[in-house]
């Protein structure tokens, strides 16, 4: 059963230092579409990837790439990590230590905000980041993403009775 | 308690009692982003992962009536 909210709640728990970036992230924003993963980027430090490890170990998290490989990380093996592609009984959790169109993790959070979400704090890419990561990706689902993402920063920035609720809806 | 199909009520309904939809930009649905837009990201994020349980409960459902003898 996926459930890609407490994948995020498990994740902010556990004090992951991360950024919500790609599908969820947009819906996060407003987008309608609907998404099937948690994308992060997160800072690859030996920390921070235990701390993954600890937030998903009962959910049997798998390396996508070969289920058969369970999640064991040790420190020697975080060392030489760039992504993590993660399957969970709560869903895929695909972890990069950089954005397409945005940079490394520092760039990324750079161009994040924070969410007070009834969770937890949890950063997340802002819309103008979103945008370029999204066009650079160019996918038809990215395509469609990024209209969408267009209007709401439309709304966001126009005044009067045409405009957003605020950032975020909040 | 209600049973039934409740009639709709909002800018979709009012759409639809017209005959017609808000003219979209570039193929937006803008009264779906409306909706989306009302809610906060907690709730638009929950909203997602029941899209997705719905879409799995389907899925789920369809598979097994093709594995049921005809």
Not at chain 1, 86 to 95: I, N, P, S, W
Not at chain 1, 148 to 162: H, K, M, S, V, W
Not at chain 2, 6 to 27: F, I, L, V
Not at chain 2, 28 to 54: C, G, H, V
């Amino acid at each position: 059963m996926q459930n890609l909210s407490e994948l995020t709640r498990r994740l902010i728990e556990a004090q992951v230092e991360f950024v919500l970036i790609g599908g969820f992230a947009a819906v996060a924003h407003g987008v309608t579409l609907v998404t099937r993963d948690v994308d992060i980027c997160c800072r690859f430090s030996v920390v921070n990837l235990m701390r993954i490890q600890k937030a998903l170990a009962d959910l049997h998290p798998v390396h996508r790439s070969r289920p058969e490989l369970g999640l064991a990380l040790t420190p020697e093996q975080c060392a030489g990590l760039k992504n993590l592609y993660l399957r969970t009984d709560l869903g895929v959790v695909d972890c990069l230590d950089a954005v397409l169109g945005v940079g490394d993790f520092e760039s990324v959070r750079e161009h994040s905000l924070e969410l007070e979400l009834p969770v937890g704090k949890c950063r997340i890419l802002d819309l103008e980041a979103l945008i370029r990561s999204k066009e650079a990706m160019d996918r038809d689902h990215d395509r469609v993403t990024v209209r969408q993402l267009r209007e709401i920063e439309r709304r966001q920035r126009a005044p009067g009775p045409d405009a957003g609720p605020g950032p975020l809806g909040n | 308690m209600r049973v039934g199909i409740e009639p709709e009520s909002g800018p979709r309904a009012r759409e639809t009692a017209r005959g017609w939809r808000e003219p979209t930009d570039q193929g937006l649905d803008l009264s779906l982003l409306e909706e989306s837009l009302a809610k906060t990201p907690w709730e638009r994020m929950q909203a997602n992962d029941d899209a997705l349980r719905f879409a799995e409960a389907l899925r789920a459902a369809m598979e097994k009536r093709r594995a049921e003898p005809e």
